[in-house]
Nanobody, 123 residues
Framework: VQLQASGGGLVQAGGSLSLSCAAS????????MGWFRQAPGKEREFVAA????????AYADSVKGRFTISRDNAKNTVYLQMNSLKPDDTAVYYC?????????????????WGQGTLVTVSS
């Protein structure tokens, strides 16, 4: 089982990036999928989550209105569209899957982690 994240990079403040996370090895169509991030010297924090149907989403307050999470169950892929990026968004972004299927994602309940992709926002 593997979660492969991609799409990170360097962008100026105010710019946009789109992350993808492709899952393989099993189906995640009933799992809650989402993203965490970890900035240098800080703990890993929740960013966004989406339930299996795609109709229920949750966001950290710091990204509400700027980030949008979506998923394509046919492709076993979850996406994170990041707009109006700020230097504080600089972090390694990790995709994650919780087979329990709740609305939010909690670090201790994650069943699978992706390898992380670096997002750097310059001022």
């Amino acid at each position: 089982v593997q979660l492969q994240a991609s799409g990170g990079g360097l962008v100026q403040a105010g710019g946009s990036l789109s992350l993808s996370c492709a899952a393989s090895g099993r189906t995640f169509s009933t799992a809650t999928m989402g993203w965490f991030r970890q900035a240098p010297g800080k703990e890993r924090e929740f960013v966004a989550a989406i339930r299996w149907s795609g109709r229920t989403t949750a966001y950290a307050d710091s990204v509400k209105g700027r980030f949008t999470i979506s998923r394509d169950n046919a492709k076993n892929t979850v996406y994170l569209q990041m707009n109006s990026l700020k230097p504080d968004d600089t972090a390694v972004y990790y995709c994650a899957a919780d087979l329990g299927g709740g609305t939010y994602l909690y670090t201790e309940a994650i069943d699978y982690w992706g390898q992380g992709t670096l997002v750097t926002v310059s001022s």
